[in-house]
């Protein structure tokens, strides 16, 4: 059966599939973050949202991307993600030409996953970017086995490779393989606080005392303040760069 690759614009009746996927893909832990502007991807960037589907009413891919206004810099970089889809919407808003597009998250169901569907997700991605003759595809990548590493600090995370002198992690090694280039570590794509009790409730553990706790899922430890009667934790992730030849 063909594999069908076509936009959140094109196809609307697949939203509540696309809610439905993020339910059952995220930690609950992540919903302390700010997510102010997510919405927009749904309506203002509908038609930025990739979806790839098999048959062609069922949902076996997305990624989700903005094109915002960048001037190719690291510093220019927005920390947050919620920060930078309020970039592409001030962008958008002003009449600003957007030079680039960033990849906010790739995610493929468990069923599906390992059948090298990310890989299409990745160039239809750069495709749309060539598309929209944006110079780049620009990803805050979350890397897929950091969790099982969460002391590990991010900025020698990232260096590890494998034998054979790829990446070590499977989704930075993907982005490598089809030539992105690192640009550095992303130390806060999300910020997630909440209360102790919301934080018990998220993970299904508990935090007896104050300090820093691992977490399954986390991609480093999680702090909590019970004087504060706060627990904080900070998404990390790792910018890679994709430059679109052509555009
Ligand atoms: C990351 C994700 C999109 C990869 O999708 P996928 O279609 O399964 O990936 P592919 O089949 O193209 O494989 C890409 C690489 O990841 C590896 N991989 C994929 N899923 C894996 C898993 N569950 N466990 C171990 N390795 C895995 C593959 O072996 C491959 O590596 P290699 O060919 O270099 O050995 C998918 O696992 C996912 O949706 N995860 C949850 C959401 C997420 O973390 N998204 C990324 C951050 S935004």
Request: proline share 8%.
């Amino acid at each position: 059966m063909p594999i069908e690759v076509v936009t959140l614009a094109q196809r609307p009746d697949l939203e509540e599939q696309v809610e439905q996927l993020h339910e059952d893909t995220w930690d609950k832990f992540l919903e302390g973050a700010p997510w102010d502007h997510w919405e927009t991807l749904f309506d203002t960037f509908a038609d930025y949202q990739i979806l790839l589907c098999e048959p062609s009413d069922v949902l076996i891919g997305l990624g989700h991307t903005v094109p915002f206004d960048w001037n190719g810099t690291t510093e220019d970089l927005p920390p947050l993600l919620d920060e930078l889809i309020k970039r592409a919407l001030d962008g958008r808003r002003d009449g600003r030409a957007p030079a680039a597009l960033a990849a906010l998250a790739a995610v493929v169901p468990e069923a599906h996953q390992k059948r090298g569907l990310s890989s299409q997700i990745l160039e239809a991605m750069r495709a749309m970017a060539l598309k929209h003759q944006l110079h780049s595809v620009v990803v805050p990548v979350g890397p897929t086995f950091k969790h099982l590493y969460p002391i590990t600090p991010m900025e020698r995370y990232v260096q590890w490779k494998r034998d054979d002198g790829a990446p070590f992690d499977p989704w930075i090694r993907l982005h490598a393989k089809l030539g992105a280039e690192m640009l550095g570590v992303a130390p806060t794509t999300a910020i997630s606080t909440g209360t102790v009790a919301q934080w018990e409730e998220w993970t299904g553990m508990k935090f007896p005392e104050s300090g820093d706790y691992i977490v399954p899922g986390a991609l480093q430890p999680v702090t909590i303040d019970r004087e504060r009667d706060l627990g904080r934790y900070e998404d990390p992730g790792v910018w890679m760069l994709h430059r679109i030849s052509g555009a």
